[in-house]
């Protein structure tokens, strides 16, 4: 059985991105993967202090609510991600969550010794952002920011969803399109995972 985990990033429990993202779950679980949900917002996660506790056994030493993710990560073949765009770069609860994933970069690249460019991923990861304008940069620095966390953690960008000109709480509502789209992407996400399985 696949299992998929959903990082919802959104300060917003409601938000366009967090909507998107539901709309992706649904399809995931449509097409037969396990999802496993969070919302960074409502979980007590501690910046990354820099300690190196790490160092041992690639496992964070601030003992909070990190490793519940963490753990479902390195058990999932896939992961999605969500989060608005705030100056060019992801929301404050996903980048302190991004942030503490330095220890399964340590465990990934220092203990197991993953060569630097392997593209040798053992899952996959799919991005959702959502911003307010219309600029032709907007999601340049997000996407950048989700690569190299996907690959910390052992994961391949598969595919994202940007969506452009969506600021107040609810406005993905008016655009059906895109919700649809984020369904039906979770579905394809899946089956892509559950073909590889």
């Not at 449509?30 to 919302?39: I, M, N, S, T």
């Not at 996907?150 to 059906?176: I, K, M, Q, T, Y």
Request: aromatic share 12%.
């Amino acid at each position: 059985m696949v299992r998929i985990v959903a990082l919802y990033g959104s300060p917003r429990k409601s938000g366009n991105t967090a909507m998107l993202l539901s709309r992706a779950v649904e399809g995931a679980r449509e097409a037969g993967a396990v999802v496993d949900c969070f919302y960074l917002r409502d979980l007590k996660i501690s910046p990354c202090l820099e300690l190196y506790g790490c160092k041992a056994s690639g496992r964070c030493i601030i003992e909070d609510d990190f490793h519940k993710i963490a753990d479902a990560i390195l058990q999932s073949r896939g992961i999605m991600l969500a989060s608005p765009v705030f100056f060019y770069t992801v929301s404050a609860h996903t980048k302190i969550f991004m942030d503490r994933c330095q220890s399964l970069w340590v465990k990934r690249y220092w203990i197991d010794a993953v060569p630097f460019g392997s593209k040798d991923y053992p899952r996959r990861g799919f991005f959702i952002a959502a911003g307010a304008t219309q600029g032709k940069k907007l999601f340049d620095g997000v996407l950048l920011t989700a690569r190299y966390f996907f690959d910390a953690v052992g994961a391949d960008l598969w595919d994202s969803l940007l969506v452009r000109g969506v600021d107040a709480e609810g406005d993905v509502l008016h655009r059906p399109q895109d919700l649809i789209t984020a369904q039906e992407k979770g579905k394809e996400f899946a089956r892509v995972l559950i073909e590889s399985f």
